[in-house]
């Protein structure tokens, strides 16, 4: 959706995916579109994956592979192409996938929360570094509650060095069912990249797609300060 939106606003779209059917497809879609190839103004990190149960419960491969994905994912994404924006030295925008996860406290998927918590932080260190530069990038950090994506899929690209044994296989629980409805139901991918684009021309950095999450975000904020526990 976020590469979609990117052709309609009259940009040129480079992909990368794990999954090269997936990326194929999206690419004859986009091309369909009248898309074209190879700039680098705007920077999406989005890729993302969920695995574990309780924190004490999950595997070393979980942690591995969602810190992997997630929050080493975003780095690699700044690593290689923040150097090239910097040389540019035109306007550009990077903008990190999170979670409302990493704003909030709550119980369960403490590794992929970790990752997103990661990513926020690094959003903002990432912000701070470039304004203190006084360059032309700007950065967003994207925290949005449940959208139709097939993140609860993501177990069949997982890598068999980082498969759980047998018996280790806790994903299949009441609460992966309510997430999977919680997905079903979700928002629409192109209604969060409309929210995308609203904050890039904004030049907003938290981009909250579900604002009714926004009290528990303020509880959190709160506990914090008043060094209460989390809630």
Not at 71 to 87: C, D, S
Not at 139 to 144: E, G, K, Y
Not at 171 to 180: D, G, N, P, R, T
Request: hydrophobic share 45%; with cysteine; proline share 5%.
């Amino acid at each position: 959706a976020i590469a979609e939106q990117c052709v309609r606003e009259g940009a040129h779209v480079v992909l990368a995916d794990i999954e090269e059917p997936a990326l194929r497809s999206t690419a004859r879609a986009l091309t369909e579109l009248g898309a074209q190839v190879l700039a680098v103004h705007l920077l999406f990190n989005i890729a993302g994956v969920a695995a574990g149960t309780t924190v004490w419960e999950s595997t070393l491969a979980d942690w591995t592979r969602v810190m992997g994905i997630n929050l080493n994912g975003v780095f690699h994404g700044i690593h290689t192409f923040g150097p090239r924006m910097l040389a540019q030295d035109d306007e550009c925008h990077i903008v990190n996938t999170a979670s409302i996860a990493g704003l909030i406290s709550s119980p369960g998927l403490g590794i992929y929360k970790a990752s997103k918590h990661a990513v926020v932080s690094l959003s903002e260190t990432l912000s701070c570094e470039l304004a203190e530069r006084g360059v032309k990038i700007k950065v967003s950090v994207l925290c949005p509650y449940w959208v139709k994506t097939q993140i609860l899929r993501s177990q069949r690209n997982r890598s068999p060095a980082l498969e759980n044994p047998s018996s280790d296989c806790r994903e299949v629980s009441a609460w992966a069912q309510a997430a999977q409805l919680a997905v079903k139901t979700g928002m629409e991918p192109h209604d969060v990249a409309g929210h995308v684009f609203d904050a890039i021309r904004g030049e907003h950095f938290y981009i909250l797609t579900h604002p009714d999450w926004s009290p528990l975000i303020q509880q959190r904020m709160d506990n914090i300060l008043q060094g209460r526990p989390p809630a």
